[in-house]
């Protein structure tokens, strides 16, 4: 009751008090959760075990062995890494440093880009964490491992039910060593749309705080102004700005004269201009072929000062070959996956680009033995989220025609499937590339390649083509996402919007030229606040608070979830996705030293009303829950 009232005097709301505590142990607060954790964790339990996950179909629980664990002590401190470089020397310093590296360094995507493009984003912290440490002794000379950022933010919240605030903050802790890297969508945050100024700069101090170092920064139609915003609170912020370009198109194809050398080395110069400390070159789809990268990093090395860093995605299967090229042209780090996460729509293996370079010349900075260890717990728990995977099981060239990003692939067959469209995936694609030359060959990266996914789905859907979208589009409602993104809310595409597709899909409504953060309302933390803490009757974070500003709807749904069922990220995986099998007992930490166990003794027959009883032990004690039969 005392700090209850503490946390709910006027001084202590208005933040006249140091409350970064309540930002990173927010669990503290949370009075009422903690009572009756146990019982909200068995309903959560039996809910799943007999209504099966959102989104997946329902199965019993399948049963594997322990995720294999490289034996080593993780006790002691783990050995230096880049983050000390970039406390000691700060960004420039960082930089600096890495130009006088000979050895090609490593970003590892495994925490981030290769789940959110194989697993449809599903990886949950609780698998990270179980890695973590270990992860900091064996990869401690990697540059960075980007572990949050892109669509993990959203997916956290939206379907995994857990904080991925948390997650940064208990990553941080176990690895102190290695750079954390976010990817950030500019003006779109880790959203899908521009957001006002104050939320941006909000959330890149918050997530600095929190422990991110270098902020991978773009906007998804390569409109510098979409960056500017970001760029200037990072280096505010002392941390590492790292600008990209998005690559498209293709430089070797004098057909596709939109995005040439010529673009990407002024769009290179005017980010160093903008403040960039690192360049990033974002071949998001996996389109830059091996002699393209040859070029384009040797040029751009002759256009700006700036350290290189590539990343791409392996769909087409020459992932491996494009690297060695912009290896050999003097890129100085690379973003690669641990072997059992990488490859088709993730990133290249680290394993592998490991064994491609020795004798190169230029070697990789690594220890392939500790990737090969780190891989086979990969290998084990991927087998977790088996139905999230895409079905792609080789390299597929089309995406030198399709033109998707690997990070989208996932997410929008889920997205498919979810309106019915499973079995018209080859169509969804088709029609995904007519959909971008509709457009007028714009850059795909999120958030332009949801909008050009959403019409895609759309025109799918309603049997509609390039002319019919024409003749009959002034009785049609295009989706929300298309409409905004013909009125220059998500920015404007080089070379403009054509012009006759943009009258018919916005009808009425007139398009803007500036900034869309120059017509925002700045979001009013203030009475977000308030309100939250009226709805959830305890004090709210400021990362709850951003979270809300982004997504109202998905943050109001999670701390439903989370209401109802506690902090289901305790929970492991195959528990959390299928509950449990009867006669099965598990283990769950619900924090540090206090475990709870678990027994799922009996599943009673469905009654009038549709409710079962589930029988369960907890912690020896009989406790009965009572689930809505919903099958
Ligand atoms: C994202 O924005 O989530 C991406 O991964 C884009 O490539
Ligand atoms: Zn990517």
Known sequence: PFLENVVKHPN????????????????????????????????????????????????????????????????????????????????????KWIHE????????????????????????????????????????????????????????????????????IKLREQVPNVLFQMLFRGANAVGYKNYPDNVIREFVRKSGDAGIDVFRIFDSLNWIKGMEVAID???????????AICYTGDILDPSRDKYTVQYYKDM????????????????????????????????????VSLPIHLHTHDTSGNGIYLYSKAIEAGVD?????????????????????YYAM??????????????????????????????????????????????????????????????????????????????NLLFGDVVKVTPSSKVVGDMALFMVQNDLNEETVLTRGETIDFPESVIEFFEGYIGQPHGGFPKELQAVILKERKPITVRPGELLEPADFDSIEKMLFEKLDRPVTSHEILAYALYPKVFEEYSATNQQFGDVSVLDTLTFLYGMRLGEEIEVEIEKGKTLMIKMVSIGEPQKDGHRTIYFELNGQPREVNIQDMT
Do not use: C
């Open 12 to 95: 202590f709301l208005k933040g006249e008090f140091d409350t970064s505590f309540i930002d990173s142990t927010p669990e503290l607060f949370i009075f009422p959760v903690r009572k009756d954790r146990g019982t909200k964790l068995l309903n959560y339990i039996g809910n799943v075990t007999i209504n099966g996950f959102p989104g997946i179909e329902k199965k019993k629980k399948p049963i594997f062995a322990s995720p294999r664990k490289p034996a080593i002590d993780i006790t002691a401190a783990p050995p230096a890494g880049t983050k000390q470089i970039l406390d000691a020397q700060g960004p420039e310093g960082l930089a």
């Open 101 to 168: 590296q000979k050895d090609v360094l490593l970003t590892d995507t495994t925490f981030r880009d290769a789940h959110q493009s194989l697993l449809a984003t599903r990886v949950r912290s609780h698998d990270m964490f179980s890695i973590a440490k270990e992860t900091a002794h064996l990869q401690n000379d990697l540059f960075s491992m980007e572990m949050w950022g892109g669509a993990t933010f959203d997916v956290s919240y939206r379907f995994l039910k857990e904080d991925p605030w948390q997650r940064l």
């Open 233 to 243: 609170e990072v280096r505010q912020s002392g941390k590492v700005a790292e600008a």
């Open 268 to 303: 290179a110069k005017e980010l160093e201009a903008a403040g960039a400390h690192i360049l990033a070159i974002k071949d998001m789809a996996g389109l830059l072929k091996p002699e393209a990268a040859y070029r384009l990093v040797s040029e751009l090395k002759d256009t």
């Open 333 to 353: 780090i690379v973003d690669t996956a641990l072997g059992t996460m990488a490859g088709l729509t993730s990133q290249p293996s680290a394993n592998s680009l």
């Open 358 to 435: 020795k004798g190169s010349g230029r070697e990789v900075r690594t220890d392939v033995q500790s990737l090969e260890k780190l891989s086979h717990y990969w290998e084990d728990v991927r087998k977790y989220y088996g139905d999230f995977e895409s079905g792609m099981n080789s390299p597929h060239s089309e995406i030198y025609v399709h033109e998707m990003p690997g990070g989208q692939y996932s997410n929008l067959q889920q997205q498919a499937k979810a309106v019915g469209l499973g079995m018209r995936w080859e169509e969804v694609k088709e029609m995904y590339s007519r959909v």
